[in-house]
């Protein structure tokens, strides 16, 4: 069974920093691209980044440029996004999610909460 | 980057069909077969329903099916029943300078 599980979200101060986890587990990894889409409470999905099988290209939705930055580890099984510069509009549920390199997303991982707060 | 303008809802009875419509630009919806659409039932986590603007993953009910006509795409649900009630989204693949993928604003379908 394919399974995607999101750790590492929390409470953290305007200009604080984070590290999202996600481990896959049930298919081969390296083969996928990998993305993080984003929900801020009530509202609607929002892309944040991509990354392909081997690491080696990485997209960013102009609102995280420069703050956020995706990774994998394939050896690991495991995706990593590490925000930093964190805002109160970065506050939201992350997901990591999967894509055969056709630009869908399946399955969705569970979600982790990340609050930006003081 | 503007996000896909959806319906804010949708409502039918059971056995009807409803449509929801996503409308973009040649820059995304228009211009690439990269449509797909997300079932989200409140608190839980988004499910893939279609991709590539028509074709159905394993295990979803033919009663959902995708098309597309210029910069709008549809998801239609046929023989509604209660366990449909959730938002849906679609997305589509962009080549824009601020985002490669685009989000719809979101539809809420109510089955009355």
């Known amino acids: 069974e394919v399974q995607l599980v999101e750790s590492g979200g929390g409470l953290v101060q305007p200009g604080g920093s984070l590290r999202l986890s996600c481990a896959a587990s049930?298919?081969?990894?390296?083969?996928?691209?990998m993305h993080w889409v984003r929900q801020a409470p009530g509202k609607g999905l929002m892309w944040v980044s991509r990354i392909n099988g081997d690491g080696s290209m990485t997209h960013y939705a102009d609102s995280v440029k420069g703050r956020f930055t995706i990774s994998r580890d394939n050896a690991k099984n495991t995706l990593y996004l590490q925000m930093s510069s964190l805002r109160a509009e970065d506050t939201a549920v992350y997901y990591c999610t999967r894509d055969p390199g056709k630009n869908w997303f399946d399955p969705w991982g569970q979600g982790t909460l990340v609050t930006v707060s003081s | 980057q503007s996000a896909l303008t959806q319906p804010a809802s949708v409502s039918g009875s059971p056995g009807q069909s409803i449509t929801i419509s996503c409308t973009g630009t040649?820059?995304?919806?228009?211009?690439?077969?990269?449509v797909s659409w997300y079932q989200q039932h409140p608190g839980k986590v988004p499910k893939l329903m279609i991709y590539?603007?028509?074709n159905r993953p394993s295990g979803v009910s033919d009663r959902f099916s995708g098309s597309k006509s210029g910069n709008t795409a549809s998801l239609t649900i046929s023989g509604l029943q209660a366990e449909d009630e959730a938002d849906y989204y679609c997305?589509?693949?962009?080549?824009?300078?601020?985002?490669?993928?685009?989000f719809g604003t979101g539809t809420k379908v109510t089955v009355l």
């Open positions: 049930g298919f081969t990894f390296s083969t996928y691209f």
């Open positions: 997305s589509s693949y962009t080549v824009t300078s601020s985002t490669l993928y685009v």
């Open positions: 040649s820059s995304d919806v228009g211009g690439y077969n990269y």
């Open positions: 590539e603007v028509s």
